[in-house]
Structures are given as C-alpha cells and as structure tokens.
C-alpha cells in the first residue's frame, strides 16, 4: 500500500484536468475553483452548511438560568456530564480537522472540511455560553473539565482521541481512514445519548434555550456525517486496496465498540432516572443508529432486528428539527436562523 503523502501548498505544477483529481495523493493545485470541481456533492453539501450558519449569543437562556436551579438530582447529573462531554468532542475536532486536511487533496472536499471545523467552534463556543449564563464560575469550570477527572468520561474520550493520536503518530492511508471511520461514529453514534437527554427536558418543557442550542448543533452534525460518508464512499471507489474484508471487519468493529460505548454511556449518566427516556430505549436507538452509520458505507447490519427506526424514539428526530419552533416556547428572532431545511438523519 502506498505511502500517504502530504498535499503541497504552492504548486504551479498541480493537475487541472478533474480526470487526475483524486480525494488522497493528488497532484492538487489548492485553487479553489467553484465551476470545475470533480465531486459534484460538495456543491450542494457546501450551500447547505452554508445555510446553517447560527450564533450561540443570540438564543435565550433566560428561562434555562431558573430551570436549571430546579433540575433533580439525575437531571442536573446527566445535564452537567453531557454538557463536558460534548465540550471536550467538539473541542478535538476543531483541532483534528485540520489534520485530515493537509492529506486531501482534492480542493472542493478541504472547503467543506474548513466549514465543519468552523462549525465544531461555535459548537464549542455554545457550550461555553450556555454554561457561562446558567453557572457559576466555578460550577462552570467544575463541568467544563469533568471529561479529565470522571474515568468514565475520560475513557470514552479516549477511544476516539487515541485513533486520531494513531494518525498523527502513523501517516499512511489506512490510519487517515480509520480516522475518519472514528469522525463518522462521532458524529453518528456518539453525540446522541446526549442529544436524546435534552431533548426529553425540552419535552416536558425545561431548558428551553439549551434544547434550541442542541437542535441547531444537531442539524450541523448531520451534514458533518453526510460529508464524512461522502469522504468515505469516494475512498471505497478510488483506494480498494484499503476496503479488504479484513479491513472492513475492523472498520465495523470500530463502529460496534461506538455503540457499546454509547449505550454503556447511557447507562452510567442517564439510566432509567430521567423523565420520558429509559435504557430499553436509549439501546434500541443506538442500536438501530449503529446499523444505519453501518450500511451508509456498505459494511452490512451489525445488530440483526435493529434496522429500522424504533417506534418509542420516533420523537427524537421530530423534535431535533430546528425549524420545529413554537412561538410561545422560544423567542421568534431565532428561527430566523432555521433557514435551510436540515438533512434527514437516514444517512
């Protein structure tokens, strides 16, 4: 297998021609050229995101100051741990994405992945002003590093820190793809106990300002896993050699220790203590989002009897819908923002 080699900068001497354009090893001239591009769905991925922008500022948290006071117990646990959790995710991959980066070397891709890095900042950003609003400074600081001192959070951190580590660490094709395998379960698998917990606040009618935060995360997440697979089946079709049985095993493996993580996740900062969610749910979800991120590739089922949306969590993708806002539940100005229609989680 060839060695994987870093995009030049300047280079007059790149390929114009699309036929020679290749996602990896490309001769790239770094022009970004919106009329002449060889992947087509960039086009319509980049106006997409485009659409999404939001500002964290701009929702309001008045009533989530008082609601978070009166959170129970579990409920302010859950709140409190999710909230670091996502923090620290979207915190590696501002930093990360630019690592992929400097090995793609078809143009149109690296604008799009420039966009999702900027998009996991104010992702990151908006945790910041949610905690900023509702917390104490040193409430805020006690959440913001709970990732590093809870062994449980660390180690789901570290399941996906240690495979980008691996790719700095290791420059060659299979390790930028198992990178980006883990970037697919992040975006795909690992985000969603965490969406779900809001979510169910929002349904009985606290943390109002939080929930909106999420959905429009939620919606950018989507088109960040609509990219990544794009990456991803391209690689498939241009780089066979990588996509072996044995390699694709391993790729489904990384996808089913995703799931296992997150359900156990579930179990340890949700269980069956919040209102509206139980751990019979949160498992047939993750279950069923694990054979969806599966097949979206061409690996096959993982979970056999999981392949279709559960019944009891058909809510979640209704209410992550961000144009979904009542008048009387949120302040009007920030639909403004909901602009774009978000992309169906059935990727």
């Known amino acids: ?35 002449n591009i060889k992947y087509t769905w960039t086009s319509d991925w980049y106006r997409q995101a485009m659409n999404n922008f939001w500002i964290p500022e701009e929702i309001n948290l008045t009533q989530d100051i008082k609601d978070y006071r009166k959170l129970d117990e579990h409920e302010r646990r859950a709140y409190d741990k999710t909230l670091s959790f996502l923090v620290f995710l979207d915190s590696i991959q501002t930093a990360n994405l630019p690592n992929v980066g400097e090995y793609i070397t078809a143009n149109e891709v690296n604008l799009c992945l420039t966009i999702q890095a900027f998009q996991e900042a104010v992702h990151s950003q908006s945790y910041g002003y949610i905690l ?14 709970q990732w590093r001192d809870d062994p449980h959070l660390l180690a789901r951190n570290k399941f996906i820190g240690d495979l980008y580590n691996e790719f700095l660490d ?81 790729f489904k493996n990384m996808i089913k220790q995703g799931v296992e993580e997150e359900i156990a996740w579930g179990q340890y900062v949700l269980g069956d203590n919040i209102q509206g969610i139980n ?26 009897g999981f392949e279709n949306e559960p019944e009891s969590m058909k809510w979640v993708s209704e209410y992550s819908d961000p144009n979904q806002v009542k008048t009387d539940f949120f302040e009007g100005k920030v639909t403004a923002y909901a602009k774009s229609s978000i992309i169906e989680d059935d990727l």
């Open 1 to 35: 297998m060839a060695d994987l080699k870093r995009k030049g900068l300047f280079n007059e001497n790149g390929d114009i021609e699309l036929s020679k354009r290749r996602m990896i090893n490309g001769n790239t001239t770094n022009l970004n050229d919106f009329n």
């Open 132 to 145: 900023d609003t509702i917390c104490s400074p040193e409430e805020r600081s006690e959440i913001l590093y």
């Open 279 to 304: 751990m019979k749910m949160i498992e047939e979800y993750i279950k069923y989002l694990g054979n969806l991120r599966s097949t979206g590739l061409g690996f096959g089922v993982i979970y056999p």
């Open 170 to 250: 290791n420059k060659s094709k299979i390790s930028l793809v198992k990178t980006m395998v883990a970037n697919y379960i992040l975006e795909g698998i690992y985000f969603y106990s965490g969406f779900m917990f809001f979510y169910s606040l929002g349904r009985i009618g606290k943390m109002p300002g939080t929930v909106q935060e999420i959905r429009y995360i939620n919606r950018d997440e989507n088109t960040h896993l609509w990219l990544f697979r794009s990456i991803l089946l391209e690689l498939k079709k241009e780089e066979p050699e990588i996509f072996t049985p044995e390699n694709i095993e391993m």
